[in-house]
């Protein structure tokens, strides 16, 4: 069982920045995924970067350029550097873990999520 804590959401105005940080615990193999989703009030969810245990990214084209995901794992914490914000990025934004060859963005391919952090960007 792997859990994951979430934490640094908070509002910003837009062009601000921020880090999300995903604390994970229970034992991710070298064979999981992590990644970063979010979801606005009315919207689906969407994958918005991916890693993997060697450091191979992906990310969502509305995020390219702006956002950097990161992993640590010797602190067990998986990170995502936000930059020049919109108020479109508004959202609850969940990390999630899933054992996985291929890392994606789609959320089907995940176990493992944490309660999630909120992010609110003002315009």
């Known amino acids: 069982q792997v859990q994951l804590v979430e934490s640094g959401g908070g509002s910003v105005q837009a062009g601000g920045s921020l880090r999300l940080s995903c604390t994970f615990s229970g034992g991710t193999s070298s064979g999981y995924c992590l990644a970063w989703f979010r979801q606005a009030p009315g919207k689906e969810r969407e994958g918005v970067a991916t890693?993997?245990?060697?450091?191979?990214?992906a990310y969502a084209d509305s995020v390219k350029g702006r956002v950097t995901i990161s992993l640590d794992n010797a602190k067990n914490t998986l990170y995502l550097q936000m930059n020049s914000l919109k108020p479109e990025d508004t959202a609850m934004y969940y990390c999630?873990?899933?054992?996985?060859?291929?890392?994606?963005?789609?959320?089907?391919?995940?176990?493992?999520w944490g309660q999630g952090t909120q992010v609110t960007v003002s315009s």
């Open positions: 890693i993997n245990r060697v450091g191979s990214t």
């Open positions: 999630a873990a899933g054992h996985k060859i291929f890392c994606s963005l789609d959320g089907v391919d995940y176990n493992y």
